[in-house]
């Protein structure tokens, strides 16, 4: 859609919203599809297609097609959602497009097949809403994302976009920006859990004309993804919460730091970018305020250390990404040696909704230190994945239990790793924790930028500890040497311990090293690195003890420490395990019990994942 | 015209007359070792000391011959030894040079002598003299510059 | 136009245009005379007056030796013009300190030989392409081959001659001397103040024009000369008795190339033979 | 007594002439060629070394009489301290007959006469002079430089000459001439030559001069010269001058000289040198000090001279236009050419 | 002005040093091996962390990077800030485990290489070389590959960088000797031997010549100094404190006027390579006498260890070979070099202070020790058995079985000796210093055929020459030894001091006088003169104006030996007392 003419006053943007809204509004229905990344790797972009010819042959022109960001309920896409009744369907295939059409949409009919089956109360659900993934959630950050196309800004402004900003240029200064946001209690979502509005001041205050906002898109950890859905399904919320900061600090120029893995968000953006720009949105004098402001995107590489702000700073500079020893902090000397603000994604996508719905309504979701949303990825063996929104001082059970449906396979829970690789493990004993910074910071987790990964009983902790550490070993820049060696060493210990070559005293030694790394490290990917370790080792020694002592994986993961044999009660002789078996050393006939050759194991655990009737026993 | 005393050309009883340039620090030194080693050479010989043996001018040699010598020598300290250095070497170069025009004029070289006698070379100084002054009474009177003397010009 | 003709026109427009811009005070040339043995020198100070200059064969004279005449300085600034044998001496008197080089101008000339028979010089020229000049003016011309060969014929010829047989020749040759000094005065190279003749106190060279002062004059001439003379043979051209002084000339010339591998005047900076040493040097016929 | 008499030579009158000459003791001086193209007056004993065709003698008859070189005096310390002076003995004892100079030589001798025979007689010269006939050869070629008539002379002028010889020229002559006796020694020497010459034929003349012209007039010359001490023009028509005594030296009617002292230790002579006022060293004082420190104010001299000092002191120019200065000046100046603009000049 | 307490002393520091800066100044020693003056801080090793136990964020912080902060209360040594050092120290160890400065620092701290993963890289990533290829060289040829423990130190592209200047900048601030540059510069730079060890070492470009050296500071080699070659580096000049770099300064001729010059050029050594029977240059345990002394000097290249150059261990067996081209008519020098006999003894006593099991024998013609003691001195050598002493000479050197045997007849016992030697020392013979001839012909001063300098007079004027005002001293005049050079060079001062504490300068009245009036200034003469006696001089006119330049001779420097006076074609030079009319006199006397 083309904007010809720019956004001169808040009045001007009013009316456009005016438009905006009518438009949607005269549609009679409007069909939702999930374009995230991941629906699309389903198919959801044959879906659009399919929707608009089976539309236009129909000739429905009352009714909308919409490619949204991500739905978050990634599990179960490419998910369609049929406003105005929030019909929501499943797992949709562009076969099921003339069924929905001809049911949903011509006709007022479910397509049963097609809807939310919860797999524990095996309950069928109509409406999005009621989806127990969606039920408990709160969406703030998410507010948008699967109700508005990200490349069209029309439908943007019309659920309120860039209002809060032109109410922050045009009534307020830039103190009273700060202020509100300090009010509002917003803390940095990267991890840190930074006060926004203090960092914000912190940068204000300092003296330079030129300064900086840099948004970290750089979203490194593993199995994280709620940045890259919030550029990628809403990503004029992030500009504009950018456009608000770089007003209340005195900046004139942002850089948007995305990870060049995040080719959509890339796109969605740069489009986003544009379209901003054509309407006076960024640019010379916004809004007639005297205040110029514009965006670049900077590609990132994808290093995880680059999500560090110093070591993201050196990588905007074209440096090699490694951080620097602060003070200075980015907030004094920065990007180009000037101040420069960096805050997450999901931060600034804040932004813009405590202005225009002020800090008092947004300090009033969440606990008395972390206000607010927070965004979990939630992946592992869960039955529902994907990205949930909660408010603050939600439990962990009811995000792996309410929200992540339980356990796969009814196995045991053994522990939820939050933060990222440089997170904790928290045991089930503390399943009722409530997340907020502090408490997952006092149990040896932390918030991180919101990775939540679900472990049952069949995980082995030395070996997830080891998997972590290996991520870090990988991800260290190598700059300073307690990260560089001391992660190095601490990840060759681990494999002795699984490799069953674990010695007394290893367990100490990890902990003097994961001391020593923790607090020499240069920046915060060495000090943080230590938790996977250090909160294994407190909440699961028994395990280490195990594998030291016994050479025993309890898990039966560690394929060094465990010889697999075949319970002859249990196997019934489907002989999945023999047909996945890489070194033939199944036997036996169909129906009857098989049996495995241990000269020819190589304790590969293929089987113990295959078997359906947990027949393969571990010694 | 008035007679020469000295010249008389019987060569029984002739004597040759030299004229020789001797430097002051080796050539003479050598002539006044000879005295002094009561080494005997011929009378013959006319001595006139300069410091140096670049010190002597061609012009000195053809004036000696003007005046009616019948060979002039001049000796010098032996090459690098010049107690000023490069003397020596200058002197070694010119006379060289105005012998071979001497010569080319006509002039018999053998007539004008040059040779390195050090301090030390008493017995040098003094076999030497009578050498040349054999070689003198030899090659007989040297006409060619007293003859023009007394010659007017012959327009 | 004859090349002669062009040359002339050359150096008129040359000379013409460095006095009327005031680059020089004078212009030192020839001037080609109809009926005349020679081409006179010509002094010009005007752009007018440098019509008068050309070059042709009977442009004899080596106009260097003008250069330190003291009329001539007082003059100012002098432009010569130099066959490439004159820059010869021009290097020689550059060489010692006679003149200063931002004291003249030089004028080249490509000369193919000056005299009806081309002179002897001119036969061996091997600088007929003027060097170091400042203008070069005329056509190319050749140098003539085998130059090095006959360059001390004159000399060769006498050397080979017995003893006698050439104190026999100088002694007529050198009778013939009247002591008019006209080999000194043209040549370039005897810019003393006080010529040695003139030096009475002593006096060792007599002035009587008997064959003892003869002989002298002559020895100290060509000893004076020795590794300095351009072998320009002015001397003996202007001798109005016709003594051989060239051969002399050679003779030390020839000596001074077998010796010392030297030939004067090839530049300005050089050093010349009788103002250094080598310990190398002969000891031949040394005692 | 007339001396202008004509007598006719047969054709060997002159080897008879100097077989006859020489046997009477005389010392017979005629013009030979020694290098090619060379020619100057020597003593011969036969009519075969006398040169035929020449224009001049390369030197001027002037060095017979004024030698380049004389001994005047001998002089010896004694072993007592005095100094024996022993003055050389007068030259030439014999009778000399010069036999065929050029009538511009034969005239250069008037003006050396005036100069060795005037307030100071010179003996040396004067014994020379007395005892010498003059037998001139008329000219029959002049050469380009030639420039007798334009200083009163003519190539068949008899000034100065004893005898003047006309050649019959043609090819019938047979080597016959005329001679015309102009003075008494004249007359003398044609008596000595016997048969060898009769008196010429009635009626017979000499051949008439061949052409010269005139070139500038001496007496706009000598006006000039009187009001020209101090032009402009001695500068610039001095500059090529080289200053070398080459104009002086073989000049007929240049006659100054030097007196050097020769010496060795003990003892010497003194002698008298041709000397030439072009050179700088000629008017140099003993204190340093030079009346004429410049080329040009030498070469002025010598014109003033020869030009106007001369002939106010004795009434006639010191040159007889022989062009042998010309001949021989390094630079090629010529005094005539001088002369002419001098002419020129004076007349505007 | 911020104040801090470090280990429990206050301490003011300028805003904007770091901790490390203020804990140096304060005289605290915090150690470091990442941190170099000359280049940016990089925090990396964190060998250097402290404590920060009060006035902010509690914790360990780099002191080289971690700047001042107003009221910080730090300690250095704490156990926590020990414990750390120690762990890191561990880890470089296991990394590095042959980095000597690793090994050093480890025992100082007790840090136990803990059994880990060992490597055997000498790299320990302090980045020192990154960055001051490109902070202080502005190059950028070297950088960081990779990340974490693949990080690596390489060339861009892991190609020989196009950009490298080959400055070695990078091998020189290398704390642990880990960078060769040769493997990746384009144009490596060629190691400088160090002359004064008789470059049995090399030095910098940047160098003091040598020990003792006055003004005992620092010169650059233009000819290997990096910046001279490429225009870049410059390293120098960023981290001289002092700033005393200036890479305009030349090499500048100083022009003084003197009253009298001391020729003090000493000698040089024969080079002994001429015998191919001694091996020298082809063996590596065939040495000369000079580089022996350095190999013995407690600041030559092995600090005073004396050890085999082909094997680096003390050689057990010695032989010391006399007069190398001294004494020797044919092939070589037919005077005595004097001091070798000398010194000889005294590296046989040398030999055996270092090598106590060790034999030396010496090789020699005539023991020459005329002079005070000397004979004793030899005597001692001798009868303590710290040298056997053999007459004769060598016949040939040749290696065998990693030793050098060493052929060579004793003419005392009229037998052949063979000795499987570990080491030779040659004592070549004494030559004057190179360049002596063309200073002599400077200074127009004779010398002999080997190159020593003429006295004036060998018995009464020996430190004389020739040209007044200039003296000899030492070995420039014939070989000599320390006292006989020390006795001459007093001598030789004592002659200019008689010289220039007078106000005029006495001397013999021969020499020569310009007749400014003729002089053609033609300077001929110039040419002719040995001791540079004469030079222009200007003639003015009452109005001070220039007329004329004439010669001028000097007459301090003029011997008034006439090669001018001949050279002078107008006869416008006399030489007092020979002067031409009295030599004319002296002539015309010779026809009497």
């Keep these: ?619 | 015209m008035i007679q020469t005393k000295h010249d008389q050309d019987d060569t029984a009883q002739w004597q040759p007359r030299i004229v020789a340039f001797l430097c002051n620090w080796c050539s003479y030194a050598g002539a006044d070792l000879a005295g002094m080693s009561r080494l005997s050479y011929p009378a013959s010989i006319k001595i006139i000391r300069l410091p140096c043996s670049g010190k002597v001018d061609p012009m000195f040699v053809l004036k000696s011959f003007e005046r009616g010598a019948d060979m002039v020598l001049v000796s010098g300290c032996h090459p690098g030894d010049c107690h000023y250095t490069s003397g020596n070497y200058h002197a070694r170069r010119k006379l060289k040079a105005f012998r071979e025009l001497m010569s080319f004029l006509g002039v018999d070289p053998r007539r004008f002598k040059f040779s390195w006698v050090s301090a030390a070379e008493g017995a040098k100084w003094s076999k030497l003299v009578e050498e040349i002054t054999a070689e003198a009474r030899e090659l007989g009177p040297f006409r060619t510059f007293p003859e023009a003397a007394k010659t007017e010009a012959s327009q | 136009m004859s090349p002669e003709a062009s040359t002339a026109q050359s150096l008129a427009q040359t000379a013409a245009e460095m006095l009327s811009q005031g680059q020089v005070a004078l212009v030192i040339g020839y001037a080609p005379t109809e009926g005349k043995r020679l081409s006179p020198p010509v002094f010009v100070t005007t752009p007018e007056e440098a019509q008068r200059l050309g070059f042709d064969s009977r442009c004899f004279g080596n106009l260097s030796v003008y250069l330190w005449s003291p009329q001539v300085r007082q003059m100012g600034k002098t432009a010569v013009v130099v066959k490439g044998c004159d820059v010869r001496a021009v290097n020689v008197l550059l060489r010692e300190n006679v003149i200063k080089r931002e004291d003249i101008v030089l004028i080249g000339v490509r000369c193919g030989g000056v005299g009806d028979l081309p002179a002897h010089k001119c036969t061996v020229c091997d600088c007929r392409d003027p060097q170091g000049c400042d203008v070069v003016v005329g056509d190319a011309v050749d140098q003539p081959d085998g130059a090095a060969e006959g360059r001390y014929s004159a000399a060769e010829a006498l050397e080979e001659k017995s003893l006698d047989e050439r104190r026999e020749f100088w002694q007529r040759q050198l009778d013939k001397c009247i002591r008019c000094y006209a080999c000194r005065q043209v040549c370039p190279l005897c810019y003393c103040k006080r010529c040695i003749v003139e030096k009475s106190t002593p006096q060792w060279v007599e002035t009587s024009a008997h064959p003892r002062g003869n002989l002298s004059w002559n020895v100290v001439r060509a000893f004076h000369l020795a590794g300095r003379c351009v072998g320009c043979g002015e001397c003996e051209r202007v001798c109005p008795m016709n003594i051989p002084l060239g051969a002399i000339n050679q003779k030390m010339a020839k000596l001074m190339e077998d010796e010392y591998d030297f030939r004067s005047g090839m530049s300005p900076e050089e050093k010349a033979p009788f103002t250094t040493f080598s310990t190398d040097d002969t000891d031949e016929g040394i005692l | 007594m007339p001396t202008n008499k004509l007598y006719e030579g047969v054709s060997d009158w002159l080897q008879s002439a100097v077989e006859t000459l020489s046997a009477a003791g005389m010392t017979v001086i005629a013009p030979t060629q020694g290098e090619p193209g060379v020619v100057n007056l020597t003593r011969v004993t036969s009519a075969e070394a006398i040169a035929e065709r020449y224009d001049n003698t390369l030197l001027p008859l002037k060095g017979q009489f004024f030698p380049i070189t004389e001994t005047l005096l001998e002089f010896e310390r004694c072993e007592d301290g005095d100094v024996e002076i022993q003055t050389e003995p007068l030259p030439a004892p014999d009778e000399v007959i010069v036999l065929g100079c050029r009538p511009c030589d034969a005239a250069a001798m008037g003006t050396m006469d005036k100069v060795f025979q005037w307030d100071y007689d010179d003996v040396r010269y004067r014994a020379r002079r007395d005892r010498a006939t003059l037998v001139a050869f008329a000219c029959t070629t002049p050469s380009p430089e030639c420039f007798c008539t334009s200083v009163g002379g003519s190539p068949h002028g008899d000034e100065g000459s004893d005898v003047l010889v006309f050649g019959l020229g043609g090819d019938d002559s047979g080597g016959r001439v005329l001679l015309k006796v102009n003075t008494d020694k004249g007359r003398q020497f044609i008596d000595r030559l016997g048969d060898r010459v009769r008196p010429a034929s009635e009626g017979v003349q000499p051949p008439s001069p061949p052409e010269l012209a005139r070139r500038f007039d001496t007496d706009a010359v000598k006006a000039w010269l009187d009001e020209g001490f101090d032009s402009d023009f001695w500068q610039q028509m001095a500059l090529s001058c080289l200053g070398c005594g080459a104009c002086s030296f073989l000049c007929p009617t240049c006659h100054c000289f030097d007196i050097v002292d020769e010496a060795t230790w003990n003892r010497g002579q003194r002698r008298r040198n041709w000397d030439c006022c072009s050179f700088s060293l000629f008017t140099l004082h003993a204190s340093g000090h030079n009346p004429r420190p410049e080329q040009f104010s030498r070469c002025r001299q010598r014109i003033m001279h020869k030009f106007k000092y001369f002939p106010e002191r004795f009434g006639r120019i010191a040159c007889v236009g022989c062009g042998r200065c010309i001949r021989a000046c390094a630079a090629g100046r010529s005094l005539a050419e001088v002369l002419t603009e001098v002419d020129a000049r004076q007349k505007g | 002005m911020i104040n801090l307490t470090i280990d429990n002393q206050q301490i003011e520091a300028e805003e904007g040093k770091t901790l490390l800066a203020a804990a140096t100044l304060a005289g605290i020693d915090i150690p470091t091996l990442c941190y170099h003056p000359a280049v940016p801080s990089a925090g990396a090793c964190r060998i250097c962390v402290v404590e920060i136990t009060g006035g902010g964020q509690p914790g360990l912080v780099p002191a080289c990077a971690y700047p001042v902060q107003e009221g910080l209360e730090i300690q250095t040594e704490s156990e926590r800030v020990v414990a750390s050092r120690r762990m890191t120290l561990a880890l470089m160890l296991a990394r590095s485990p042959g980095a000597t400065i690793i090994q050093e620092m480890a025992q100082e701290y007790g840090a136990e290489p803990v059994p880990m993963d060992k490597g055997d890289d000498d790299c320990i990533m302090c980045g020192l070389c990154v960055r001051v290829c490109q902070d202080v060289i502005g190059q950028s040829a070297v950088c960081f590959e990779g990340r974490g423990h693949e990080r690596k130190i390489t060339t861009p592209y892991d190609k020989q960088s196009e950009v490298c200047l080959g400055c070695g900048a990078c091998a020189f601030i290398c704390p642990t000797g880990a960078i060769d540059p040769a493997d990746y510069c384009p144009h490596p730079l060629e190691t400088i031997p160090n002359d004064f060890n008789c470059g049995l070492d090399t030095r910098t470009p940047i160098h003091i010549p040598f020990p003792q050296a006055v003004p005992n500071k620092p010169l650059i080699d233009r000819e290997n100094c990096i910046h001279f070659i490429t225009g870049g580096c410059e390293a120098c000049k960023q981290i001289c404190p002092a700033d005393a770099i200036d890479f305009d300064m030349t090499d500048e001729y100083v022009t003084e006027k003197v009253g009298a010059i001391v020729v003090a050029t000493g000698y040089e050594l024969f080079n002994p390579d001429v015998y191919a029977e001694y091996g020298y240059g082809r063996y590596p345990d065939v040495v000369t006498s000079i580089e022996f002394e350095r190999m013995v000097s407690a600041s030559g290249p092995t600090t005073g260890e004396l050890v085999r150059p082909s094997t680096g261990k003390p050689p057990k067996t010695v032989v010391f070979l006399q007069c190398i081209g001294s004494r020797r008519e044919q092939g070589g020098l037919p005077y005595c070099s004097k001091i070798c006999c000398m010194y000889t003894a005294k590296h046989a006593i040398l030999y055996k202070h270092k090598v106590h099991d060790g034999q030396a024998f010496v090789f020699y013609m005539d023991v020459r020790s005329g002079g005070k003691n000397y004979e004793q001195f030899v005597r001692r050598v001798i009868k303590e058995q710290m040298a056997t002493y053999l007459r004769g000479r060598v016949a040939k050197i040749f290696p065998s079985d990693g030793k050098l045997i060493v052929r060579g007849a004793d003419t005392l016992s009229g037998t052949q000796v063979e000795i499987a030697a570990e080491m030779v020392v040659l004592a070549p013979a004494m030559v004057p210093a190179a360049g002596i001839r063309n200073l002599a012909q400077t200074l127009r001063i004779g010398y002999d055929e080997h190159g020593f300098l003429l006295e004036a007079h060998p018995k009464l004027r020996p430190v004389e020459t020739n040209t007044a005002g200039v003296f000899l001293a030492g070995a420039c005049h014939s070989p000599k030894d320390i006292p006989d050079s020390v006795a001459q060079a007093s001598a030789a001062a004592s002659k200019v001091l008689g010289l220039i504490s007078h106000q005029t300068l006495t001397r013999e009245p021969t020499i020569g006088i310009v007749d400014e009036e003729t002089c053609n200034a033609c300077f001929e003469c110039e040419g002719a003169c040995a001791y540079g006696a004469i030079g222009p001089k200007e003639l003015k006119d009452r109005k001070g104006e220039v007329t004329a330049v004439v010669a001028y001779i000097n007459e301090g420097l003029c011997q008034g030996c006439g090669a001018c006076a001949v050279t002078c074609r107008s006869k416008s030079i006399e030489v007092q007392g020979y002067r031409d009319d009295q030599l004319f006199a002296a002539i015309n006397a010779t026809g009497r």
């Design chain 1, 1 to 619: 859609m083309a904007v010809a003419t720019q956004l001169r006053t808040p009045e001007d943007l009013a009316n456009l919203r005016e438009q905006a809204a009518t438009r949607r509004e005269s549609k009679r229905m409007a069909i939702a599809i999930c374009c995230g990344t991941g629906c699309r790797a389903q198919g959801s972009m044959d879906l659009v297609e399919e929707f608009r010819s089976r539309l236009e042959a129909e000739g429905l022109s009352d009714v909308e097609v919409r490619a949204t960001g991500c739905h978050g309920f990634c599990e179960r896409g490419p998910l369609v959602v049929i406003y105005p009744k929030e019909i929501f369907y499943c797992g949709v295939q562009d076969t099921d497009v003339a069924d929905i059409v001809d049911k949903s949409i011509k006709g007022d009919e479910l397509v049963e097949s097609l809807l939310f089956r919860d797999p524990v109360s095996k309950n069928r659900f109509h409406l999005e809403h009621e989806v127990p993934f969606y039920a408990k959630q709160q969406r703030i950050v998410f507010r948008n994302n699967g109700k508005i196309d990200p490349v069209v800004i029309s439908d943007y402004i019309a659920v309120d976009g860039y209002v809060a900003l032109a109410k922050a240029l045009t009534q307020m200064t830039p103190e009273a920006v700060i202020d509100e946001v300090e009010k509002s209690g917003l803390r940095g979502r990267g991890g840190g859990g930074f006060p926004t509005g203090r960092k914000w001041r912190i940068c204000h205050g300092q003296p330079g004309d030129q300064k900086y906002i840099i948004c970290n898109g750089d979203e490194g950890d593993p199995g994280a993804f709620m940045d890259r859905s919030i550029m990628e399904g809403d990503p004029h919320s992030v500009l504009e919460g950018m456009t608000i900061g770089a007003y209340a600090i005195g900046a004139s120029r942002a850089y948007m730091y995305v990870r060049a893995e995040y080719p959509l968000a890339v796109a969605n953006l740069e489009i986003a970018l544009e379209q901003s720009r054509a309407l006076g949105l960024l640019g010379e004098d916004i809004f007639g305020s005297g205040f110029s402001f514009d965006v670049e995107i900077v590609r990132g590489a994808g290093a995880f250390v680059c999500g560090e702000e110093t070591g993201l700073i050196s990588s905007i500079q074209g440096d090699i990404g490694s951080p620097r020893q602060r003070p200075p902090y980015p907030a004094e000397s920065g990007l180009w040696d000037k101040p420069t603000n960096i805050n997450n994604v999901e931060t600034w996508a804040n932004i813009p909704v405590i202005i225009d719905r002020g800090a008092d309504w947004f300090a009033s979701v969440g606990t008395e230190k972390s206000k607010g949303t927070k965004v979990f990825s939630l992946v592992g063996k869960v039955q529902n994945t994907g990205l949930v929104e909660v408010p603050m001082g939600t439990t962990l059970r009811e995000i792996v239990y309410d929200i992540g449906g339980g356990i796969l396979k009814k196995r045991k829970f053994k522990a939820v790793q939050t933060g990222g690789p440089s997170g904790g493990c928290i045991p089930e004993a503390m399943l009722d924790l409530p997340v907020d910074f502090e408490k997952l910071r006092d149990v040896g987790a932390m918030m991180g930028s919101g990775g939540l990964i679900v472990m049952d009983e069949r995980t082995c902790m030395v070996d997830v500890a080891k998997y972590f550490l290996a991520f870090l070993v990988d991800e260290s820049c190598g700059k300073c040497t307690p990260c560089r060696e001391g992660l190095f060493q601490m990840h060759a210990i681990l494999s002795r311990i699984t490799e069953g070559r674990g010695r007394e005293g290893d367990i100490e030694l990890l902990q003097r090293l994961a001391a020593y790394v923790g607090e020499s490290s240069l920046c915060q990917l060495g000090g943080t690195a230590p938790n996977p370790v250090l909160s294994t080792i407190r909440y699961f020694r028994d395990e280490y003890e195990a594998h030291i002592d016994h050479k025993r994986c309890p898990a039966g993961v560690c394929t060094s420490l465990v010889n697999f044999g075949i319970d002859s009660e249990a196997c019934k002789g489907c002989g999945l395990c023999l047909k996945d078996c890489p070194t033939e050393a199944i036997s036996g006939e169909k129906k009857a019990p098989h049996r495995i050759d241990e000269t020819v194991c190589v304790q590969c655990g293929v089987c113990y994942e295959a078997c359906p009737f947990d027949a393969i026993t571990v010694e």
